[in-house]
């Protein structure tokens, strides 16, 4: 018996013994489609000889040296490529090891900012409902995930939720898509004014919402109107791109899309793409020179920041990504994706929505079409498909918690950018089969 903590005590999942493309393999030799890339990592696939190379000459060189004592070749060059892909005016990357590192240095590093400024009030995060923004302490409370809460809402700093931006739940009878969104997004404004403009800090969100509600993209107008109010208002944005960045969406920066630029943005997951764990907190010009002509000091790290194998490894996905091309094939390979998709559930009796960017792509399971009713989460679906997918051969990620964070339920599709057309009947079939047998 091992001696691993897993992730659930009675269900264990098989070993995995090697991988290969866009599939992963068992010890008894059987394949999964990594139709999710784990949780929308593995945007290369499991065995890009460029990364593991580049991985392995860099350990040859030196694994680690600590950001303490040395700065590092790949972790500088790292930098230098995410400030000169990312659209806007952001300056700095800040090194670290994942998803909720990069948020927790964010939160950190938008209050820092304030007080060296003078603007000691500024302290109130502002965040969304059905939002995910990391476990630790500090990313869980800026999330807006109640399930996900519950057990440590006593230990969690004061956070401020407005509606999420979800237009097949939120838009209503004879409103415009565009009204929606403003509607939604002016939210803000209220929010700013009950809690004083002078004691908010920054304005937290997914451009497109990940694991909480399944790849729902904003509406047309919505960030553009958020960055106004953070504007007027002197709050800062910050953009949790962790999931939906890095080409997910088919664009680099998923924010691209929507015409605005954060002032904060983080990223981790495709930043890797699973060859190493790593993440990176993009910040402006103004953020990092006002802490450097201040007291010149970020009052925060982490014993990996910078760490020079991981910053190689996410070197060379990058260059994968933009030099070689293979984000190209994101939003062809999505559109042909969610055709096959609507396709096959277009119609279907319980699937109410079929949404997302580029092979970021959320279904989205009713009791009802009409009313729009989520099934009895005690009947937990989505568990149910999943399991039944992977017995398929088809990796899935579903989640519950489509509505209010507890209940609903929906799959999300983010399967590597290297996937071919053959692979499109594959994930549609085992999708499809595994809805019908999880059906009550
Ligand atoms: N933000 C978002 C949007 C995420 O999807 C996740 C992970 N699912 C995180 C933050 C946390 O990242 P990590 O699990 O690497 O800490």
């Given at each position: 018996m091992s001696h691993v903590f897993p992730r659930h005590s009675r269900k264990i999942p098989p070993k995995v013994a090697r991988g290969e493309g866009p599939f992963l393999y068992d010890q008894s030799g059987k394949a999964y489609f990594d139709g999710s890339g784990g949780a929308a990592v593995s945007c290369l696939g499991h065995s890009d000889p460029t990364v593991i190379k580049a991985i392995k000459d860099q350990i040859d060189t030196v694994a680690f040296a600590h950001t303490g004592f040395f700065t590092s070749e790949p972790a500088e060059a790292l930098a230098d490529a995410l400030v000169e892909t990312a659209p806007g005016n952001l300056d700095r990357a800040y090194l670290v090891s994942g998803g909720s590192e990069a948020m927790e240095s964010a939160l950190k590093l938008a209050r820092q900012y304030a007080m060296e400024k003078g603007e000691?009030?500024?302290?109130h995060i502002i965040a969304r409902r059905q939002s995910y923004h990391g476990n630790t302490l500090g990313a869980l409370a800026t999330g807006g995930n109640m399930w996900r809460r519950e057990p440590f809402a006593p230990m969690l700093m004061d956070t401020h939720h407005i509606s999420p931006c979800y237009a097949y739940r939120g838009q209503q009878d004879g409103e415009s898509e565009f009204d929606y969104g403003q509607r939604v997004a002016n939210e803000l404004e209220t929010k700013i004014a009950e809690l004083g403009p002078e004691n908010v800090l920054a304005f937290v969100a997914e451009p497109v919402v990940g694991a909480t509600s399944g790849a729902v993209p904003p509406v047309e107008g919505y960030f553009k109107r958020i960055r106004e109010i953070c504007d007027t208002h002197g709050v800062l944005l910050i953009l949790d791109e962790v999931m939906c960045g890095m080409g997910r969406t088919g664009s680099l920066f998923a924010y691209e899309q929507d015409g605005i630029t954060p002032d904060i943005c983080a990223i981790a997951k495709g930043l890797g793409a699973g060859y190493q764990p790593i993440g990176a907190m993009l910040c402006t010009a103004e953020i990092y020179d006002t802490i450097r002509d201040g007291s010149g000091f970020f009052q925060h790290g982490h014993?990996?920041?910078?760490h020079p194998t991981a910053a190689a490894a996410s070197l060379a996905v990058l260059n994968r990504l933009t030099k070689d091309g293979v984000a190209k094939n994101v939003k062809p390979m999505g559109d042909k994706l969610k055709a096959a998709l609507t396709d096959r559930f277009g119609q279907h009796a319980h699937i109410g929505d079929i949404r997302g960017r580029g092979l970021f792509i959320g279904v989205e399971l009713v009791q009802d079409r009409e009313t729009k009713a989520p099934f009895d989460p005690a009947l937990q679906l989505h568990a149910k498909i999943k399991a039944a997918a992977f017995d398929g051969g088809l990796i899935c990620y579903p989640m519950g918690g489509t509505i209010d964070g507890k209940n609903g339920n929906h799959i999300l599709l983010a399967p590597p950018f290297i996937m071919e057309d053959s692979h499109i009947p594959l994930i549609v079939d085992a999708l499809d089969q595994a809805i019908a047998v999880s059906l009550p």
């Open positions: 000691t009030g500024r302290r014993t990996y920041n910078g």
